[in-house]
């Protein structure tokens, strides 16, 4: 990259409803649904329309992990259509400040909740 000061965004880009319910299993509302489809077409969104059926699906691990995968699609999407030179995911896949990373590095477990001074709650990883 030949630029003195690429552009970037720096912090998380928010969750939109569809992911954030999605994810945690509740009910997606047409709401919700007509939220995906307009930023789906601003953005230029590839199989939108399977998206949008993907939407109504039964609950199941498969379903959230590909709601964090549509979800960062759309935050990259958003970012490339701004004009930004670096992009990334808008931590579309984080839920807490840390968990995502702690999962996956392994010999943690969830075990509950704790009070957070940024949200009311946040899960605790034990080793």
């Known amino acids: 990259m030949d630029k003195l000061f690429p552009a970037q965004e720096i912090g998380s880009l928010a969750k939109p409803k569809w992911r954030v319910k999605g994810y945690k299993g509740e009910t997606v509302t047409k ?59 808008g931590e579309q896949w984080r839920s807490k400040m840390y968990e995502h990373f702690v999962r996956n590095v392994g010999g943690f477990a969830f075990r509950g909740y704790v009070k957070s001074l940024i949200t009311a709650t946040s899960t605790k990883p034990r080793a």
């Open 31 to 89: 709401e919700d649904v007509a939220e995906a489809v307009k930023w789906g077409k601003r953005l230029k969104i590839e199989d939108l329309g399977e998206f949008v059926e993907f939407l109504s699906t039964k609950d199941s691990p498969q379903k959230r992990k590909a709601i964090l995968e549509w979800s960062a699609k759309y935050a990259i999407r958003f970012f490339e259509r701004t004009g930004l030179d670096v992009v990334f995911d």
